[in-house]
Structure formats: C-alpha cells, structure tokens
C-alpha cells in the first residue's frame, strides 16, 4: 500500500479494469461476478432469471471487492465501496446498461436484453471509497462441501494396457526411428 492517494487509485483503478472477475462480499456469502469498469465503478447486472445472483448487496450499503489478477488469478488487492442500485430509465442506467450489455456473453435474449433488465434484474454502481483495504491473512479458501463425485477410486484393471499397448495396426513400427521404403 502506498502512501499515495492518487497512486492508490491508479492501482485500483487499473486492476479492476483489467480483471474479467471481481469478488465481492456483501452482507451474503463472497460472489465471484463480471464486472465492467465505467466512470470509475464497478458496474454489475444480476437478480434476474439467467443473470449473476448478487446476495447481500442492498443498495446504500458497503460491500468489499477483491481484484485478481488477470494472469496469475491471485488477489491483488481489496477496496471498500459504497453500492448504489441504478434505478431503470434513469441516464445513468441507461449508460450502465450500455456499458454492460456489450459485455454481455450468451445472452439468450441479446435483442430484448435491455427491456428484460429493466423488469427483471437490479443494475447496481459499486463505487470506491477512498482508501484501499489491507489484503487479509490466509488464503480464505472456502473447504469444499463433501461430495461423491469427488471420490477418488482405483482405476480400472485393463486401463494401463488400454493405454500402453503398442500399436497393433502399424505392426508395432511407430516411433522405431525406420523409414518406410
């Protein structure tokens, strides 16, 4: 953390932009969300039928964004912001909207998107404080809930001569170095 306001807000700024996802947590549980950066926010869509579920993100209230980074996928810092739901027909809605629609990957409905949004979903601005938050302790790294399709058994008998049998059609000549005459 630098001692820089304006240097802070770079690095946030910049991060945020180039990062696909953002993780934020509201008064639910950490969401891993798209974003776009506009105007300097985070823009969100989500609540809605096909949309990215936004839990404990009420309008008014604080949420915090961890960053990632776009190559490695580690935590690259954490902000506060103040969460404002756009209300639909609105200017800034609409330049929201915009803004997210052509982010928007396989939206069954890409004609009508906009119209859908405004009945179904909450289009929300998570604007940043001024400072940025200390990254946490630890890896926060949720265990996994128990399952049985994570159970591991032993492989199957026949697997190991399936797949290191020399091939039978080339009469066992591949990878022997010889040329054909």
């Not at 961890?66 to 609409?94: F, M, Q």
């Not at 200390?134 to 058994?153: C, I, K, Q, W």
């Not at 080339?170 to 990878?175: A, I, L, P």
């Amino acid at each position: 953390m630098t001692a820089e306001p304006l240097l802070d807000r770079a690095l946030l700024e910049e991060a945020t932009k180039k990062s696909g996802l953002v993780w934020v947590r509201g008064a639910g549980p950490d969401r891993a969300l798209w974003h776009v950066w506009h105007e300097g926010a985070v823009l969100l869509v989500g609540d809605g039928p096909g949309e990215q579920p936004l839990p404990g993100l009420a309008a008014d209230a604080t949420a915090e964004v961890t960053v990632r980074s776009k190559d490695k996928g580690g935590r690259l810092l954490t902000w506060t912001a103040h969460v404002v739901e756009l209300a639909p027909g609105t200017e800034a809605w609409e330049t929201a909207v915009g803004e997210l629609k052509g982010k928007r990957l396989n939206a069954p409905d890409s004609d009508q998107l906009t119209e859908r949004w405004a009945r179904e979903c909450r289009v929300l601005r998570l604007e940043p404080r001024e400072t940025l938050a200390g990254l946490p302790d630890g890896s926060l790294a949720a265990v996994p809930l128990p399952t049985p399709a994570t159970t591991r058994e032993p492989i199957p008998g026949a697997l190991p001569r399936l797949l290191f049998r020399r091939g039978k059609r080339d009469g066992g000549r591949r990878n022997s170095g010889k040329r054909d005459s």
